[in-house]
């Protein structure tokens, strides 16, 4: 779940539940997959069935090795209210941002938002005055980037959803939930410490699916991947190229740019390296947000 960023984002549609476990992967000497460049409404359902596939066969080795017999989730995309056993989508923001819910064990795509998070970063960049650098970065113009990369968004959106599917198929999602109970600092930074970690997941597994060759690697898809994560965390005041942000003094909820690019780059990190992305990832959390990491099972199954 997402904190509210899009205003009147459009609710009119039908929800469209989509079964995408069984999509086919490409074998590891195959071209790598990628999401179309081009957003239409049949590319971004290929985007997220095949970003689905990609990333859940990366993550399924890891949860079998830490015992888990959580199958694959499910992914339903969404244009209108999200219909779901967790949340009552027709009041508050959650129509306006993916989330997951663990009751059916379900991540809902937002249509609508996937868009935003490229598209808004680069027009913030071009208000600040960066973007002919971050253009210049990636060989493409500042017009193109303007126009966003919608389903590299949304993927990258998506990975972080699958961050918290891999928390709830390990456990630890239930720690998180207990600690973070509450009021005061400590309980908010338990809180800090799931989110930031989600967000290093989908570091995790975008860099294990470069790093594999399961995943096109390109500066500019990784420049969208950044807009996107820069752009959740929000508050863009003081950008400067290349994704440099100024360190939040406090981090709250799911953190800012700053805090949210630093997790998700020691995730693409450790996903580069082919290092365990469920514990690496609730051990930078825990570091970053001074708590203490999630107990994480090696050996026996969860349910
Ligand atoms: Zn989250």
New binding site residues.
Partial sequence: ??RTILAGAALAGVLVATGLAGTAVAAPDAAPAACSPTRTPASFRACIATATAAYTQLWQPLLAAHGSTTGSPAVSIYTGVPLNPCFDATVGDVVEASFWCDRNETVYVSAPASPYWTRDYAREAKAQGILAADARRVHRSQKRLLAGFANQGAATELA??LG?WVQYATGIDAYYLQKSQGTGRLAERYGSAF?LA?DCMAGWVQGRAAASGAWRNTAVLRWASHATIAELGGDLSGMRPHFRFPRETTVIA?GGPYSRLRLYDAGWALGASAADGVTGCAQAAADYTRTEPPPVSSRSARR
């Fill in positions: 779940m997402r972080h959803e918290h989110e989600a799911h």
